[in-house]
């Protein structure tokens, strides 16, 4: 699911078990996932290219855009503040953003890429299919741990839930992805195959679920949850097609 932060949400890719997941990540390739603009032309029409300076100037505004709505909430957000909260002019800004719609659009995108780069860092090449599912929840625990998508929730929640909706099928999809080891070791053993959609569907909705209604008492037991749900999934997906 849901950094299921909204994430909404603080995402470098930590090592499975050992690093937590910081609070902001700076993109490293942004010119490739930001707006029209960013990606084309400037504001006379003339090309813009990509440089290093670029990048970085995108990347400030991407972060001071984090702050400015977990101060404010999308809907009050403010391009001067952005802007002065970057450390750039307003000029400055719109030679990479059309508009506000167009900021939070490029801001959304970039928090899914994020979320999805990182976690496919984090699994990294294990090929061992327990390690690998467990670097998975692992990760998913550290990025509920850190991130801000519960106080995104709070000061905008229109856009929180509007980003849940974006990621949520994008993440079923990569999940699948990066469980495919484990799932084919889960076909072999249990001599059925799997509905491997339903399952990364599931453990999405649980940690979003997580997001929407914490469970402050056995917080540090969602490893432990998550996978108990991973099993008992596979074990229903088994009966239904034996049937």
Not at 48 to 74: D, H, M, Q, Y
């Amino acid at each position: 699911m849901p950094k299921l932060a909204i994430q909404a949400d603080k995402i470098a890719a930590p090592k499975p078990g050992k690093k937590k997941i910081t609070a902001v990540e700076k993109p490293t390739a942004l010119p490739k996932m930001t707006s029209p603009k960013s990606a084309g032309l400037s504001t006379n029409g003339a090309p813009v290219k990509p440089n290093r300076r670029s990048e970085e100037t995108i990347a400030n505004i991407l972060v001071a855009t984090e702050e400015v709505v977990l101060r404010s909430g999308a809907d009050r957000i403010s391009i001067l503040d952005v802007c002065q909260v970057a450390g750039v002019s307003r000029g400055t800004f719109y030679r990479y953003f059309s508009s506000q719609e167009d900021l939070l659009d490029t801001f959304s995108r970039h928090k899914r890429d994020s979320f999805h780069s990182s976690l496919t860092l984090a699994l990294g090449d294990l090929t061992d299919p327990e390690a690998r599912l467990n670097a998975l929840i692992t990760y998913l625990d550290d990025y509920l741990e850190q991130s801000r998508a519960r106080r995104l929730l709070v000061v905008a929640p229109d856009y929180a839930l509007g980003f849940f909706r974006r990621i949520f099928h994008d993440s079923i999809v990569r999940f699948q992805d990066l469980l495919d080891i484990v799932f084919d070791e889960w076909d072999s053993r249990l001599g059925v195959r799997l509905d491997r959609e339903l399952i990364c569907e599931m453990i999405i909705r649980y940690v979003l679920s997580e997001i929407l209604v914490p469970e402050s008492a056995g917080r540090r037991l969602l490893p432990i949850r998550v996978k108990k749900l991973a099993t008992a999934l596979a074990i229903g997906s088994t009966s239904r097609n034996r049937r």
